[in-house]
């Protein structure tokens, strides 16, 4: 019996310490964010990520190994995505401890283009664009935010996270300003892209984003048709369509006007690489 408790006390101890010293474990919910609070954080905090590899925003419901992150997590940096909302009680039940933060406070939305059906009236009202992860002005706002809340959680570690901070913007500002040069000639022009995800970026260089989707749904053929119309009529080669949706419909307007489909990825992980590489494919298809 003493062995027993002995051990018990063991294990006691060694789950204390683990814990005392173990790093704070921070939910995002889109995997940009991870580059986000781990070019801050570095190794001070673990980070998991909601929204799985090749998952939309527009219909996630976490894994019972997610909800098991969920209840250790000390904070959720939330991006106003359209899963959160549905998800926000339900985190809140599963850990009262965790702290959600809002990082989009203070970001300047835009409004969302889309096609709608020549069918129907117009939209009485206007649909604020959520996809603020890629613009630039906006990622800034949200990268000071994580910037507080990750302070929030290790204020020791203040001096070091601002440190990263400056560094990382830093590294974004030469990247924009980069993109911005290659991409002045074409100030003005129009792209297609399947689902209007990239307005933020677009509107750095002044570019302009056409949806084939319509109101959010497949296009009909008829759609299809029109698009093809347009498109021609905009001089468009190349139609861009994310990782997380079908590419039929593109593929159909592509060989249509002989041009091509190029597939980008807006919820890619590595974020600032990932920006360059949509600059350099968005010059190319405007050349």
């Known amino acids: 019996m003493k062995y027993f408790f002995n051990n018990l006390l063991h294990l006691f101890i060694f789950l204390s310490i683990n814990t005392l010293f173990s790093k704070p474990l921070v939910l995002v919910s889109i995997p940009p964010q991870k580059e986000f609070v781990k070019r801050i954080a570095k190794d001070k905090v673990e980070v998991s990520v909601l929204l799985g590899e090749g998952a939309s925003p527009h219909s996630y419901e976490p ?22 909302r549905a998800l926000l009680d339900k985190v809140k039940n599963i850990s009262s401890d965790i702290i959600i933060f809002d990082t989009t ?18 939209h009485k009202g206007k649909t604020l664009d959520p996809h603020i992860w890629l613009g630039y002005e906006s990622v800034k706002v949200q990268l000071k935010n994580i910037l507080d809340g990750l302070v929030s959680v290790l204020p020791e570690e203040k001096t070091h996270f601002e440190r990263n901070y400056n560094d990382y913007i830093s590294e974004i500002d030469s990247v924009f300003k980069k993109l ?53 009529k905009e001089n468009v080669r190349v139609i861009f369509v994310q990782k997380q949706f079908s590419k039929v419909a593109a593929e159909k307007i592509a060989q249509a006007i002989g041009g091509k489909v190029v597939q980008i990825d807006p919820l890619a992980e590595n974020w600032l690489s990932n920006i360059e590489y949509m600059g350099n494919e968005l010059a190319k298809a405007l050349e």
Do not use: C, M
Not at 106 to 119: A, I, N, P, Q, W
Not at 185 to 201: D, E, I, L, N, S
């Open 63 to 84: 894994s019972p190994k997610k909800i098991v992150e969920i209840s250790k997590a000390r904070i959720w940096f939330t991006t106003g995505v359209e899963f959160e």
């Open 180 to 232: 911005g040069k290659k991409l002045l000639p074409y100030r003005g022009k129009v792209v297609f892209v399947y689902h209007p995800a990239f307005g933020y970026f677009f509107d750095v260089f002044g570019i302009k984003q056409k949806a084939v989707e319509v109101n959010g749904k497949e296009p009909s053929q008829k759609d299809i048709v029109r698009v093809i119309n347009e498109a021609k």
């Open 105 to 122: 406070r203070g970001v300047k939305y835009r409004t969302l283009e889309e096609h709608s059906d020549e069918d129907e009236e117009e």
